[in-house]
Each structure stands twice: as structure tokens, then as C-alpha cells.
């Protein structure tokens, strides 16, 4: 067990966090522009298997001009507790620049949580090769691009290790004969670039062992209207976002489903949500705890309860609510409720297979949420678009209001570690 589960506890948003933990890993992180940020890997019943681990620092267009230090202070994250914050128990992905490799900075890296990944071009003779054995032969699973020639890649063989096939660079008959070809290293192979459902129904076809890509936050199919099993969710989302709705109204519509009554009640009594006395009802819940909390944690469990979407497109939601609802905390004048409320529907449209105006056209929301979902335009659509660019490891496009890059990644990683707890003690 890492220190981190026996840290001493804060309670955020009616959420408790584990603040001590957050800021000795954090501290590891300079005041500097270094970031970090996760990417989903699926398996083919589209459940997360494994998370790759991407930073600023990391990449092809930047990597060649770090100093040690630089390039250091990022893997000093791949800790067990950094990797408690990150990824909670799920495994990761770390793929290595040709200069951590020559460090030696995966030697670090507890090799039971991480694959060490090389997409590079390298040659047999090449000491990369070399370096690349010495990772395998210490314990550590290897994935290595698609696009090597086969005396590389017969270093994968006998082992649990990965292909990883940009699909875009191939055309679908090209891609067929890649795959088929790489069979013969009794790797598992990982699709990625994957960003449209076509191009996953086909990759599936293909019977790829892995998955990644953007595909999940669109549409899959556009509908003429919504179902009216979703509808129903629709309906009870409008009354939650209703700026005018009294109290009242709100311990009335809790109290009335069943199942959201019984689930805000059990984590209203849960340790995960701090409280300091039991809650005996819906109404003492809304009571207790605030309008604002239970309209969130009812929203999270109205759009959970779409169940033929995989259960990422919902933590996604929440980091980026609760990632938004911090980056409006540092505006004078913002509303952080609005915030919160257009990072959990941003992924409406996703979750209901239409576009976002037909998604939002019946929630009675302000029209600077509306404007935000739909154009990004606004305080609040730059904050969801601060919270998404993070999200997909776009750092250009990582800014807000001009605050520094360290305060942006602490909102991200205090986001993931809220999204965690609601998940496990909510949700489930």
C-alpha cells in the first residue's frame, strides 16, 4: 500500500481529498511549465485497461532541448504515489524519449504499474536496440511502434508485450496487412489515432487488443430525436438546472426517484463525503450539504445512468466539471455552479449520439452555458476548453486568464482525484 492511502484527509466540494498526498507528489513537479496529463486505453468491451502518461516535457518537439533536470522532474511523478494520483490503481503506459532512455530514467519506475513505451525509429545494430533489451531483460513490458522492421520487433517476442499502430498512417487494406503480419510476434497490438466509430468498428473487425483515440466523446450515430428512456433523464436534468428551482423543489424531485434518493443518501453517509452527522433523507441531504453539491452529484448520476456508454465518458465529465469549477473559482465574478454544470454537459452530446444543440435544446440553461457548450466562446468556454486541450495533452491550448501552468495542472490532478471519489463511493 502506498503512503497515500493513509494520508490524513480534506474535504473539497463535498468530496473529501487527500491534500497532504496531493501536495508532497505535486512538489515533485517544479514551479516550472512541466504538466501531466492522462490518455485512456480500451480494451474491446471498451473498458479502461490502462492509461498512457503524457507531459509537455515528453514529446518529440520538445524533449531534444531539456536539461537533465528538466527531463527528470517529470519522471520523479512515476512513483507509486505519483501514480496513485494519476491513474489510481489502473496501469500506465510511460513512453521514453531517446534521452530518458539513454538516462536510464526508467529504472525508476515500478515496473509491476507501467509499460515502457519507444516509438521511435531504430535500427537491430543501434544501441537503442541494446538499451531496449536491457528494459526487457530487467522485467519491464516493452511497446514499440508498428512501423519497425522485423528484427526489431522480434524483441517482443516471448514476452507480455505491445504493438502500438498509428491506424491513420495506413490505408484499410494496408492496415489489415499490418496487423496480420504482426501476429507472427505473439504481441498484443494497440490501435491508435482511433477517432471516429468508424474508424472503430473497423479496428474491431480487425481485432485489435487495445484501443485509443477520441472516438468516445463523439456522437456515435446521429439521431432524429432523442430515446425516450433518455428523454426522462433529459427531463429531470432540465428541473436540476433550472436557476430558479427553490429548495423545496429540489428535497421534492431527489425524494421522488427512488434510486437517486437511495444513492445520494448512502454517499451522503459514506466517509468519502466528510460529513459530520447522518443524513436520514433526500431532504436533509439538500439541507445539509447544499443545493449546489446535490445538484452535482444528482446530474453525475442522472447522465451515469445512460449505460450503453463506457463508464470514462463519464469520469471525463467530472474531471472536467470539477477542473472548470476551479478555473472559475479564480475569476472575481463567475459563478463556479455554471462552471461545474457545462464541463458535466459537455459530454451530453456524446452520451445521447447528437449534436450538442439538440442535446441542451430542452435544459432551461443560462445562455453563458449554452454559449460555451456550443461555440466555446466566454469565461466558461474558455475554462471548458482549457479542461479538454489538458484533457488530450494539446498544451497550446492549456491557458487560462493568464494563470501560471502550475496552478492550471494542480486544478487537473485535484479534478481527477474528485472524478475518483465520486466514481467509486457515488456511481457505483
Given at each position: 500500500m502506498s503512503p497515500c492511502h493513509n494520508a490524513p484527509e480534506g474535504k473539497v466540494s463535498g468530496v473529501t481529498l487527500r491534500t497532504p498526498c496531493l501536495k508532497r507528489t505535486l512538489i515533485f513537479m517544479t514551479e516550472s511549465n512541466c504538466l501531466l496529463s492522462r490518455q485512456p486505453i480500451y480494451g474491446p468491451e471498451m473498458n479502461v485497461t490502462s492509461y498512457e502518461l503524457r507531459s509537455n516535457y515528453v514529446n518529440d518537439e520538445t524533449s531534444a532541448n531539456l536539461d537533465?533536470?528538466?527531463?527528470r522532474t517529470?519522471?520523479?511523478?512515476?512513483t507509486d504515489a505519483g501514480l496513485d494520483l494519476v491513474v489510481?490503481?489502473?496501469q500506465s503506459l510511460v513512453t521514453l524519449t531517446p534521452e530518458a532512455l539513454s538516462e536510464g530514467l526508467w529504472k525508476t519506475i515500478p515496473k509491476s504499474r507501467v509499460t515502457i513505451g519507444y516509438l521511435q525509429p531504430f535500427e537491430p545494430q543501434d544501441e537503442t536496440a541494446r538499451l531496449l533489451t536491457e528494459v526487457a531483460g530487467a522485467g519491464y513490458r516493452l511497446a514499440l511502434s508498428g512501423k519497425l522492421?522485423?528484427?526489431?520487433?522480434?524483441?517482443?517476442?516471448?514476452?507480455?508485450?505491445?504493438?502500438?499502430?498509428?491506424?491513420?498512417?495506413?490505408?484499410?487494406?494496408?492496415l489489415q496487412e499490418r496487423v496480420d503480419s504482426l501476429r507472427a510476434y505473439k504481441s498484443k497490438i494497440t490501435a491508435t489515432r482511433v477517432d471516429t466509430h468508424d474508424d472503430l468498428e473497423y479496428c474491431k473487425s480487425l481485432e485489435f487488443d487495445f484501443y485509443q483515440g477520441q472516438f468516445l466523446f463523439k456522437p456515435a450515430a446521429k439521431r432524429k430525436s432523442i430515446p425516450v428512456n433518455r428523454m426522462n433523464m433529459i427531463r429531470l436534468l432540465s428541473k436540476l438546472h433550472d436557476p430558479k428551482i427553490p429548495m423545496?423543489?429540489?428535497?421534492k424531485l431527489v425524494s421522488q426517484d427512488v434510486a437517486l434518493s437511495f444513492k445520494i443518501l448512502r454517499y451522503a453517509n459514506s466517509a468519502g463525503a466528510g460529513l459530520q452527522r447522518e443524513v436520514n433523507s433526500a431532504g436533509h441531504a439538500v439541507r445539509l450539504i447544499g443545493m449546489k453539491t446535490v445538484k452535482a452529484w444528482s446530474s453525475a448520476l442522472l447522465l451515469s445512468s445512460v449505460d450503453d456508454k463506457p463508464r470514462e465518458l463519464m469520469t471525463s465529465g467530472l474531471v472536467r466539471a470539477r477542473m472548470c469549477e476551479l478555473l472559475g473559482g479564480s475569476l472575481e465574478t463567475a459563478k463556479e455552479e455554471s462552471f461545474l454544470s457545462a464541463g458535466l454537459l459537455s459530454v451530453l452530446d456524446a452520451l445521447l449520439d447528437c449534436p450538442m444543440e439538440q442535446a441542451i435544446a430542452e435544459l432551461p440553461l443560462s445562455e453563458e452555458i449554452k454559449i460555451a457548450l456550443i461555440k466555446g466562446d466566454g469565461p466558461i468556454g474558455q475554462a471548458l476548453h482549457c479542461a479538454i486541450a489538458y484533457e488530450r495533452a494539446d498544451w497550446d491550448g492549456?491557458?487560462?486568464y493568464g494563470q501560471h501552468s502550475s496552478s492550471i495542472r494542480a486544478k487537473y490532478m485535484s479534478a481527477i482525484e474528485w472524478a475518483r471519489k465520486l466514481n467509486s463511493e457515488l456511481l457505483n
Open positions: 537533465h533536470d528538466q527531463l517529470v519522471f520523479k511523478m512515476f489510481g490503481e489502473s522492421p522485423g528484427e526489431c520487433m522480434s524483441m517482443l517476442s516471448g514476452g507480455d508485450h505491445t504493438v502500438i499502430l498509428d491506424v491513420t498512417d495506413f490505408t484499410p487494406d494496408g423545496p423543489e429540489i428535497e492549456v491557458r487560462f
